[in-house]
Structure formats: structure tokens, C-alpha cells
């Protein structure tokens, strides 16, 4: 069976180190898996540090392996296999239990994690100190104490050095999440600050494990961590798994390749998570990122676009979890063999090991994408508090690189909004009928309320957008009410504010009668990198996937790791 991962850092000065050269991992030595032969099992302690780990080891296919959390805040769990199930009470590698083909997992004596939330002020990147000291400086300045603390890895693999490290700069910390978000945004509101919570661990999440097979009488316990396998190596599955499908709650039953384990999660409940290739991980996410009937090149440019978000993730979220990724989307959506296609596992395993990487090649390029950008994508300085990044600037559609390359400004945005231009991002009807231009409604009664409009401002007056990015997409809004009046900064934010609008790209103004606002807007989501209808078109028009990546990652170069 395949080793699991290992370790995570947590400190900027507690790093894995890694050399070029190498094939494979390299790390400190003592961060590895260890290897034992069947039957020799490992202490507690190395079974739960295991369990927050930002190492990955790679399988006898030569792929990394990854853990994703399945399901989280639950008192109970149900693994079932057609063969039967392995029970390893100390983990891969040591002692196995034959059951039957179905196990119930409970927890007993479960006592929460101990810790605290510190609200992250900034986020650079992690190899520019000068720009680190100054940040710190800076908040110095405002009267803050700030402290650095690094997240993400680097690891070496095929002659490359990877490094998708980054430095929070923290303020100050609660041991109330709920307190700590609500200071997070002040700060948002009042310093600009990044406004997201960064977990810093004093004791880690602690209880007892029981699985049982009712069918053979069997009962296995274990302290912290019960991992499970398939005896014929076939897929586990997880019983009542929720779906959030916007309409009444409801679970399904999901199956899922590679290894399960059951661990407690930071508030004292039970945790759920796979250990899988990232080309199985990845034939379980990409058909819920893009219509698996697109063209070949698409989904290709689409598999790279997924693995590089997937290893850019690693070691930067879900560090007070026992796993390195979610199946989320605060991750990447991943359902497991339910949601694989035939089309889109072959276009992971066409691109296996294919990455998207910035120039000198030890950085991978962040590989964000969205449906559709309207026809001019964002620079993600723009959407995102972050520095600008070079292979993530705003450039119109190819096919209006000649009209627009000086992008969308006040002079051409109504035009540019009131029009359809032909573009490779406007999809036809049977994919999409209002992505790339649509128009909407709002009623100026109905607005405060939504996020980011207090109640209080009551009913809107007046909409103006007073700053936007280089695609026309609005990033500050003063919104007028007879309360009084708000500033809302941040693409995402202002969408949410407008009652959950596609895209911030809009112009916005009363109608005829002064009752009602009327938006006209372009594109669906943040805009920012690939533009998944502009790859499908792209494709349809014969260009590759390399072509594809390359137009939208500016300098980035294809690389194969493994």
C-alpha cells in the first residue's frame, strides 16, 4: 500500500528543505515516512503528527499522494467495501485487522483542540524578506504588533525545486474564531488588512476511535486515528456524505479510490479524509470544474490548470486539520468516483504530471481560473489583495487583442458592455446564454441587508462605481441609502452586496422610471487567469492546450514533474 504524506510547516523558520537534482521528495530526513516493515507499528504521536503534514510521497506509479477531507464534524461514520475491509489501528505500514464489508466508526472521551486565531494583516510572498521587514514596519506603524509566520512547503522533484511558500503578517489573536472574524473584517474595513484567520495550535484535537463490524462480532479501538483499505484494492465508500445542493440537506453515499482514514477534528468531532494519487484526486474534481464535453484541448488546459491549483494549496490551508486539502470549494470541489468521466480522466492522464511554471521554473504559476471573463480577463492585484503577479495580468480575448489592448476604460465600457463582440469566451447557447453579457434587475428597497449593506442604510438612492480594473470590473462601490453612505471595496464583495451578481464587471444605472437599478454586466466569476469558455473556445478553434495555458498565463512554461 502506499506510504502516507508527511509533515507540515508551520513556521517561517521551521522550513523543508529541498535541492535540485533530485527525483522524487526531498526533505529533512527526520520529516519522513518512516519505513517498517508489515507489522511494526508506529507511537501515537508520530500517527497524529503524521496527520498534519505537508509532505507528500509519491506512489509506486511515481505520483504524489494527497489527503483530502472527505466529511468533518460528525459523530458518526460508515465505511463500506464490496470485499471487505482492511482496519490498520497504527496506520499504513503496521498492524492489520481482516472485517467484513462494512465498519461503523464512533468516538468516544473526544476533548477539542486548544487554540487560537490570530487575524492575518497581510500575506507576501515568502521569498521576498525586504518586502517582509517592510510589511511588518508598516503595521508597526498603525499601531500594531505584528508577527511573521510562514506557510506552504518547498519540495524538490525531477531536477526542480518547488517553493509555494508565503508569510502572513499577523496581528492580533483570539481564542474565539467568531471574535476573530469579526475583528478580521473591521480591520478589512478600516487598514485595508487581508482579513482572513490563521490557526495557531497549542494542543491538538485528542479522543478515542471505535470501529465495529456488526456482521463478525469484530470491534477495533485506537487513540487519534483508525486508518481503513480495501482488501481487494477496490474503492472504499463513505456513507452520508451532505450535499449542498441549495435546496433541502440530504447525504449521499460516495465512493472513493485509495485509502480512508478517521481521524478527530479541531472541535472534538469526527474527521473523514482519502489519501488518493493526484490523477485519481484529479479525475474526481475536474468534471465539476469544467463540462466534461468540451473539447480535448480545453479539458487538457484545464487538468494542468486544476494540479498546479492542488500543489499551490499544499501546506497553506487546513493547517489546524488532519488533512491537507478539503473537497470544497474553499479547495477544490472533489466527489470522488461519482463525479468521473471518461473524457475528463483522460485529459488528467494525458497532462499526468504537467504543471504550469513561472520563468527559471522553481515556482509554479498560481493557476486560477473562472468561467468566464467576459471577453478581458483581470490582473489579480485587482481581485485579490496580493502582489501583482506577472503571469496573472488582465489581457483581452485574442480575438480582441487589436481593439482592446489598451483594456476596457470609461470610454469604451458602455459600448463594450451593450455589445457582444465576438470573442473565443462567448460560448455558444447550449452552454451558456447569459455569461458573457447579461443584464439584471435590482430593486433599491431590496439591497440593504444583502452582505455588506447594513440594514440601517435602508433604501439606496444611488450606485457608483469610482474605481476599476484594467477588464472595466468595478472594485469600489459607494453605495448612497437615506442612512447614510458606504464605500464596498473588493470585486467579490461588491457582488455579494448587489444581491450575488456574475461578475463585478457592470455599469450600472437607474431605469426610466427612477424606481429600479438596471446592470448590464459581462462574464462569470473573479475573471483573474484561465477563462474556462475562452479555453473551450480556443480549443474548438484548433489551438492547443500549451497554446491555450500560454495565453493565459503570461511567461508560464509547461513542465512535467513525474
Excluded at 472527505?70 to 464490496?82: H, I, K, M, R, Y
Excluded at 462494512?102 to 518586502?131: C, D, H, K, M, Y
Excluded at 472513493?256 to 474526481?284: F, T
Excluded at 515556482?363 to 496573472?392: F, I, R
Aim: glycine share 10%; net charge positive.
Amino acid at each position: 500500500m502506499p506510504p502516507h504524506p508527511a509533515t507540515r510547516s508551520l513556521s517561517r523558520r521551521v522550513l523543508l528543505r529541498a535541492a535540485a537534482g533530485a527525483t522524487g521528495l526531498i526533505a529533512c530526513s527526520s520529516l519522513l515516512w518512516p519505513t517498517r516493515a508489515q507489522g511494526s507499528d508506529l507511537s501515537l504521536a508520530d500517527r497524529i503528527k503524521l496527520l498534519y503534514s505537508n509532505q507528500f510521497h509519491f506512489n509506486d506509479r511515481g505520483q504524489p499522494q494527497i489527503t483530502v477531507g472527505l466529511v468533518s464534524g460528525v459523530e458518526e461514520v460508515t465505511l463500506s467495501a464490496p470485499g471487505g475491509l482492511v482496519v490498520m489501528p497504527s496506520g499504513i505500514g503496521g498492524t492489520t485487522i481482516d472485517g467484513g464489508m462494512r465498519f461503523t466508526i464512533r468516538l468516544q472521551r473526544a476533548r477539542p483542540a486548544r487554540q487560537q486565531f490570530a487575524v492575518v494583516l497581510e500575506e507576501l510572498a515568502g521569498s521576498n524578506n525586504g518586502a517582509i521587514d517592510r510589511a511588518i514596519a508598516r503595521w508597526k506603524s498603525k499601531g500594531f504588533d505584528p508577527t511573521d509566520h510562514e506557510v506552504g512547503t518547498v519540495f524538490g522533484v525531477s531536477g526542480h525545486v518547488l517553493d509555494n511558500r508565503r508569510v502572513l503578517v499577523v496581528g492580533e489573536r483570539f481564542t474565539s474564531e467568531e471574535e476573530a472574524r469579526r475583528r478580521a473584517e473591521a480591520l478589512r474595513q478600516r487598514h485595508g488588512a487581508v482579513a482572513k484567520l490563521h490557526p495557531i495550535v497549542a494542543e491538538r484535537a485528542s479522543g478515542s476511535l471505535v470501529a465495529e463490524d456488526d456482521a463478525r462480532g469484530l470491534r477495533v479501538a485506537a487513540e487519534g486515528v483508525l486508518w481503513f483499505a480495501a482488501k481487494d484494492g477496490g474503492p472504499i465508500t463513505l456513507h452520508q456524505v451532505p450535499v449542498d445542493n441549495n435546496a433541502a440537506p440530504r447525504t449521499e453515499a460516495r465512493e472513493y479510490r485509495g485509502s480512508v482514514y478517521v481521524a478527530i477534528d479541531r472541535h472534538g468531532k469526527l474527521a473523514v479524509a482519502n489519501l488518493v494519487s493526484e490523477s485519481d484526486l484529479l479525475c474526481g474534481l475536474v468534471p465539476a470544474e469544467i463540462f466534461a464535453s468540451s473539447p480535448a484541448a480545453a479539458l487538457r488546459a484545464q487538468a494542468v490548470a486544476a494540479r498546479g491549483q492542488m500543489l499551490a494549496k499544499v501546506g497553506s490551508r487546513h493547517l489546524d486539520d488532519p488533512f491537507l486539502l478539503c473537497a470544497e470549494q474553499h479547495c477544490q470541489v472533489y466527489a470522488g468516483r461519482i463525479r468521473e468521466h471518461e473524457r475528463t480522466n483522460a485529459a488528467v492522464r494525458f497532462t499526468a504530471g504537467h504543471v504550469a511554471m513561472r520563468p527559471g521554473q522553481t515556482q509554479l504559476v498560481d493557476t486560477v481560473y473562472s468561467a468566464n471573463c467576459g471577453g478581458h480577463s483581470e490582473d489579480n492585484d485587482v481581485v485579490w489583495p496580493s502582489e501583482p503577479d506577472p503571469q496573472l495580468r488582465g489581457q483581452p480575448d485574442p480575438l480582441l487583442a487589436k481593439a482592446f489592448a489598451a483594456g476596457i476604460t470609461a470610454a469604451n465600457l458602455e459600448a463594450w458592455l451593450r455589445s457582444t463582440p465576438k470573442a473565443y469566451s462567448l460560448p455558444p447557447p447550449e452552454i451558456s446564454k447569459h455569461a458573457y453579457r447579461w443584464r439584471e434587475v435590482l430593486d433599491p428597497n431590496k439591497l440593504a441587508g444583502n452582505p455588506g449593506i447594513p440594514e440601517e442604510l435602508g433604501r439606496v438612492d444611488a450606485l457608483e462605481v469610482s474605481e476599476r480594473g484594467r477588464s472595466g470590473r468595478a472594485t469600489r462601490l459607494r453605495v448612497t441609502g437615506k442612512g447614510g453612505v458606504i464605500d464596498i471595496v473588493g470585486e467579490l464583495r461588491i457582488r455579494k452586496a448587489l444581491g450575488g451578481l456574475r461578475s463585478s464587471m457592470f455599469l450600472v444605472a437607474p431605469d426610466k422610471d427612477g424606481d429600479h437599478f438596471v446592470v448590464h454586466g459581462g462574464g462569470h466569476g473573479h475573471g483573474v487567469g484561465l477563462c474556462q469558455h475562452g479555453a473551450m473556445g480556443m480549443a474548438e478553434a484548433g489551438k492547443s492546450y500549451e497554446q491555450i495555458l500560454a495565453h493565459y498565463y503570461r511567461g508560464a512554461k509547461i513542465v512535467a514533474l513525474w
